[in-house]
């Protein structure tokens, strides 16, 4: 399950580019702006206000920011896969972009006004809405 930032317009983009790549539709998505997706963050440890990264809980692992992205790409179609090797770059640097990109997000992409709402056909790979 990959929890992203409902509202923020890049992290609404990469939902659309994980779901174009994830044709057999393994990757579920959550807003973390829900009382549901806030909860099972808190099962697992992960701080719900923390709305400055993107976090995939997959086969009970939490993994945040450029993790996260890192872990992802290894269910995607195409020469996507090829950023998993990314993983020798050092958390520390990987993060360090993340982090600043992070903070720009907003400022660059802009931000919605409410939670992405899923088309219906794509309904069942998005945690219930609340």
């Known amino acids: 399950m990959l929890f992203f930032d409902g509202v923020c317009n890049l992290c609404n983009s990469w939902v659309n580019f994980v779901i174009e790549r994830d044709p057999e539709g393994r990757i579920l998505f959550a807003p973390l702006q829900t009382e549901t997706s806030r909860s099972?963050?808190?099962?697992?440890?992960?701080?719900?206000?923390?709305?400055?990264t993107v976090v995939l809980l997959d086969q009970g692992r939490v993994y945040e920011r450029s993790d996260a992205v890192l872990q992802l790409v290894r269910y995607l179609k195409g020469p996507v896969r090829l950023l998993g090797?990314?993983?020798?770059v050092?958390?520390?640097l990987r993060n360090t972009v993340y982090n600043f990109i992070a903070k720009k997000r907003?400022?660059?992409f802009g931000k919605r006004d409410e939670c992405r709402m899923p088309e219906p056909g794509l309904k069942n790979r998005f945690l219930e809405m609340n």
């Open 40 to 52: 099972l963050l808190r099962q697992v440890d992960v701080d719900p206000d923390a709305m400055d």
């Open 85 to 88: 090797a990314g993983v020798v």
């Open 90 to 92: 050092p958390r520390f």
């Open 106 to 108: 907003y400022k660059w």
